[in-house]
């Protein structure tokens, strides 16, 4: 499935995609509870405020799940 960048009738930048916690949840596949509470303990991506709501960089969210390690399968490099 192809992104689509637009927001509002302007042309975002994969970069600046913004992502609520819903969407980062069901992104991951985990639950909004468990996204809110990686947020609470600094454990989950990079959350920023908009106004007073809580955002997401897309690109934040891919960074952190491409830093987390991997498990089962053959090591890294081997």
Do not use: C, N
Not at 15 to 39: F, I, N, P, Q, Y
Not at 46 to 66: K, M, N, T
Request: hydrophobic content about 40%; cysteine-free.
């Amino acid at each position: 499935m192809k992104a689509d960048y637009r927001e509002f009738g302007a042309v975002q930048q994969p970069h600046s995609v913004m992502l609520t916690d819903r969407e980062v949840a069901a992104r991951l596949g985990v639950t909004v509870h468990t996204v809110r509470k990686w947020r609470l303990h600094g454990l989950g991506p990079l959350a920023i405020r908009v106004g007073g709501a809580v955002r997401y960089r897309l690109s934040d969210v891919e960074s952190w799940l491409q830093s987390q390690p991997r498990v089962g399968g053959t090591p890294e490099g081997v």
